[in-house]
T-cell receptor, first 113, second 108 residues
Framework: DGGITQSPKYLFRKEGQNVTLSCEQNLNHDAMYWYRQDPGQGLRLIYYSQIVNDFQKGDIAEGYSVSREKKESFPLTVTSAQKNPTAFYLC????????????FGPGTRLTVL | SNSVKQTGQITVSEGASVTMNCTYTSTGYPTLFWYVEYPSKPLQLLQRETMENSKNFGGGNIKDKNSPIVKYSVQVSDSAVYYCLPLLKICTASKLTFGTGTRLQVTL
């Protein structure tokens, strides 16, 4: 079955450490997105990538970095510069054409201790 | 750029009808996606409204930049967070701005 996988589901890290969240899709989608979800704040866009080797900052990119070396993979690194990294992180991809539906991964809940 | 506004929280009794608003600014007429997030489950697509099928959805329409979702005779199982997403560029992916979501709570 086609879809998006994110791993791990729960992640714990010590303050000051960088951590990388995985996002893989087998939908052959060009565009991929990372969102952060906090209580009462909905989904906020961190980074997005429309094509391999290209990505743009979203609304809250500070303290995060991404790479897009392969079409199916869009890892997100939460750096020590991110002041409030504890959150739920969602990865998504979108197909072109009429449907344009976004597919979402199950998410990773990151807790920084 | 888009701005998207949604009602924050709605509490209704089971069997009631509820309208969840989504108003937005955009330079054209987007396709409007509604997603639903049930507790502990991934976001999933609920409906997709376009200029062509807008008349099939309750209230407002894309021309008015006001596209609510209407649910009739809601059940407790409909309790979830509902997000709207206006997507303007159909053929090219772009920066996507979700609404902040409406938390629907249905009580017995």
């Amino acid at each position: 079955d086609g879809g998006i996988t994110q791993s791990p589901k729960y992640l714990f890290r010590k303050e000051g450490q960088n951590v990388t969240l995985s996002c893989e899709q087998n939908l052959n989608h060009d565009a991929m997105y990372w969102y952060r979800q906090d209580p009462g704040q909905g989904l906020r866009l961190i980074y997005y990538s429309q094509i391999v080797n290209d990505f743009q900052k979203g609304d809250i990119a500070e303290g995060y970095s991404v790479s897009r070396e392969k079409k199916e993979s869009f890892p997100l690194t939460v750096t020590s510069a991110q002041k409030n990294p504890t959150a739920f992180y969602l990865c998504a991809s979108i197909g072109q054409g009429f449907l344009n539906e976004q597919f979402f991964g199950p998410g990773t809940r990151l807790t920084v201790l | 750029s888009n701005s998207v506004k949604q009602t924050g929280q709605i509490t209704v009794s089971e069997g009631a009808s509820v309208t969840m608003n989504c108003t937005y600014t955009s330079t054209g007429y987007p396709t409007l996606f509604w997603y639903v997030e049930y507790p502990s489950k991934p976001l999933q697509l609920l409906q997709r409204e376009t200029m062509e099928n807008s008349k099939n959805f309750g209230g407002g329409n894309i021309k008015d930049k006001n596209s609510p979702i209407v649910k009739y005779s809601v059940q407790v199982s409909d309790s979830a967070v509902y997000y709207c997403l206006p997507l303007l560029k159909i053929c090219t992916a772009s920066k996507l701005t979700f609404g902040t979501g409406t938390r629907l709570q249905v009580t017995l």
